[in-house]
């Protein structure tokens, strides 16, 4: 997984049905830091997270079409998580 | 999924049979702000009404095929939604 923070959403009417009713959240990917790395992701919501939340972006397909309950669907990079603290140690 | 701008058709005529009747769209990836950023690729029409200068999100690797009415088609990008808005915080 990936750790990301909420940067916005994308809105989008023609999708693949896959999409339909979900919400998709623009996330800027960071290191563990919080520090943004440069690189995004769109990813559908599962949680409720919103913008500006430290998230956990799960970003493989088999993974993600467990949790929407499909077997069949181009799907791949889900908002798993809200992250309260991450401990570097 | 990233965002992409869809800059373009591409027709073979001569292709492995399993990509028949699907339609190719040549899309230039985006940064966030929309601004080019990244390499060209060659999308599948997944949601079958793309055409040139559209926002689009597209999806990679193995789940750009699952989009695709056989879900077994040798496609490694495809266009999943047409964006009607991007907001950032």
Redesign the interface.
């Known amino acids: 997984m990936k750790i990301g923070r909420v ?10 049905p ?2 339909d009713g979900r919400k ?1 959240l ?1 996330c ?1 990917l960071t290191t563990p830091d919080g520090d943004p790395t440069g690189d ?4 559908a919501d599962t949680i409720d997270a919103g ?2 939340d430290p998230v956990l972006i799960l970003d493989e ?1 088999s993974s ?1 079409r467990q949790i929407v309950g499909e077997t ?6 889900l908002v798993v998580g809200i992250i309260d603290e991450v401990d570097l140690g | ?3 992409g701008k869809v800059i373009g058709t591409v027709v073979a005529t001569e292709k492995t049979p399993d990509l028949e009747g699907i339609k190719f769209l040549i899309v230039q990836l985006l ?2 702000h929309q601004q080019p950023a990244g390499e060209t690729v060659v999308a599948a029409d ?2 079958h ?1 793309v055409g040139p200068g559209e926002l689009v ?1 597209v ?9 695709m009415p056989n ?1 077994f088609v040798p496609v490694d990008h ?1 266009i ?10």
């Open positions: 940067a916005g959403t994308v809105v989008s009417t023609i999708s693949a896959i999409f998709l623009l800027d995004y992701i769109i990813a913008v500006g397909g993600a069949v669907a181009p799907i791949r990079a | 999924m990233k965002l940064d966030k997944g949601v009404m999100y999806v990679g690797s193995r789940e750009a095929a699952q989009a879900p495809a999943v939604g047409i964006v009607d808005e991007v907001s950032l915080a």
